[in-house]
């Protein structure tokens, strides 16, 4: 049920090549990872973004942008619609290398002004009803993000955050060596303020890529090197946007880009 009567629109990044469990027959965000109930008790594969479809359609986002890179159209193929999963799905493509604030900075004209729910398609994560807690703390406290964060064992490969007791972000860290941190965050919802940012950060860098290379801003052979979506949200809190954490103390995740977490999700056999 959508929180609080508001709307959000989900912003789903999936131009990644996943190199580290290459070669697959197909988009990592299509690996099979559990089984569906179908009509007359049939079961049926279930995808690994199925389950952050499901997520998100439970916290009231029911509608979403997908946005590929050129190639990966087994995606749209296999999702379709995604009325199947009680969400309505659009795609769209990127075509710079840079990483995930550049793909998400694709959607901008169609997100500007609204509430944004990012997931990663590759990223498995408990409760289940996550992002309605997150969109509620983002419309009642009216801050500009809110980052859901969830327990890790592994602080010095994933966006570890640093995090008042109140809940307010000091920082957001991406492999790095703070090892201390105990929570890494796998979902955000953020308002107009940030996607404003993210855009004007993302432009400002293209600009500077530009001049460095000299190339133009569509040519592949700029320097590939990408930025991670966490130095945009660490730029937003040095830059005075509020920024907010919600802790789910007993929530888990499984990011599958990796060889051992996709064997760890295959074996914990999900419904």
């Known amino acids: 049920m959508a929180s609080l009567g508001k709307n959000?629109?989900?912003?789903i990044p999936a131009a990644g090549r996943a190199r580290r469990i290459a070669p697959l027959p197909m988009s990592k965000e299509l690996f099979p990872i559990g089984f569906a109930d179908g009509q007359g008790g049939a079961r049926s594969p279930k995808v690994v973004s199925q389950y952050l479809l499901e997520r998100m359609a439970q916290g009231g986002v029911h509608q979403a942008f997908v946005v590929?890179?050129?190639g990966k159209w087994d995606i749209p193929a296999y999702l379709g619609d995604g009325s199947a999963m009680g969400i309505r799905l659009a795609y769209l493509t990127v075509h710079v290398p840079f990483g995930?604030?550049?793909t998400l900075?694709?959607?901008y004209p169609f997100v500007r002004g609204e509430t944004v729910a990012l997931g990663f398609p590759d990223i498995l994560f408990w409760p289940e009803n996550a992002y309605e807690v997150v969109l509620q703390r983002l419309w009642k406290a009216e801050a500009d993000v809110v980052l859901g964060l969830f327990p890790t064992d592994e602080p010095d490969k994933v966006g570890v955050v640093d995090v008042e007791p109140d809940g307010q972000v000091r920082g957001v860290y991406e492999?790095?060596?703070f090892t201390h941190l105990p929570y890494m965050w796998a979902i955000a919802v953020w308002g107009p303020r940030f996607t404003e940012f993210l855009h004007a950060f993302t432009e400002s860098a293209m600009r500077r890529r530009g001049r460095d290379t000299g190339a133009g801003e569509g040519d592949d052979e700029l320097n590939p090197a990408e930025t991670p979506i966490g130095e945009v949200i660490q730029a937003a809190v040095g830059g005075g946007l509020r920024v907010e954490a919600?802790?789910?103390e007993d929530g888990r995740y499984i990011d599958i880009g990796t060889p051992d977490n996709?064997?760890?999700a295959i074996k914990a056999q999900l419904p």
Request: net charge positive.
């Open 8 to 11: 959000a629109i989900g912003l």
């Open 68 to 70: 590929l890179r050129p």
């Open 100 to 102: 995930v604030p550049f």
């Open 105 to 107: 900075d694709q959607a």
């Open 175 to 177: 492999k790095s060596g």
């Open 246 to 248: 919600e802790i789910f």
């Open 262 to 264: 996709l064997l760890r």
